[in-house]
């Protein structure tokens, strides 16, 4: 098995590519070690040492290292961490699997929330995938978009720009009742 990684915009976060499907929906998203205990890659990559957070997309995984560790110390225990899982033949995630991460959202928006979760889906969540990272809808209240950031655009230098350049102007151009998005925590 060869596991390729990839830089991300976030220095403390590296894309792992293990060749394989992660995860068949969605994402999954573990802040800590403790939020690792339903997912079996989780609890090994936590285990090699230096891991802040683990996030999974389809076809990656993306590991955000603590502010001490170095990447040449950890790096050769995350691969081995996830090449031991893969061959062991133990699920990624044991009992449900990740969801599409959307919040739900009933009311008077109702339609423009879902204008803007089509938009999501199809322009802005496979760029950031790409960058081994996820936004979802949160929320939307009185003009304003919330939402939640993951893996490597959890806590990136440019996430900000990204959410108010990119992804506030993407919004309000196609959809007017859009006056600004935030970022929220979980």
């Known amino acids: 098995m060869f596991i390729q990684t990839e830089s991300t915009p976030n220095p403390a976060t590296l894309k792992f590519l293990p060749g394989q499907t992660v995860l068949e929906l969605g994402t999954a998203d573990f802040p800590s070690a403790e939020a690792a205990g339903k997912s079996p890659l989780a609890q090994r990559i936590f285990a090699a040492g230096g891991v802040a957070s683990v996030f999974f997309g389809t076809d990656f995984v993306t590991v955000t290292k603590t502010d001490t560790a170095a990447w040449d110390h950890i790096k050769p225990g995350i691969l081995g961490a996830i090449m031991e899982h893969f061959q062991s033949g133990a699920p990624v995630i044991e009992g449900e699997q990740a969801a599409s ?14 204008q803007i979760k089509e938009l999501l889906d199809s322009r802005v969540r496979p760029a950031v995938a790409q960058d081994g990272g996820d936004i979802t809808f949160h929320g939307f209240d009185r003009g304003v978009v919330y939402l939640h950031m993951q893996g490597a655009c959890a806590g990136c230098p440019s996430s900000t720009l990204t959410l108010k350049m990119g992804i506030e102007n993407l919004l309000r151009h196609y959809i007017p009742e859009v006056l600004e998005v935030r970022s929220v925590a979980a």
């Open 101 to 114: 991460g959307h919040a739900d959202h009933d009311g008077p928006d109702s339609d423009i929330v879902r």
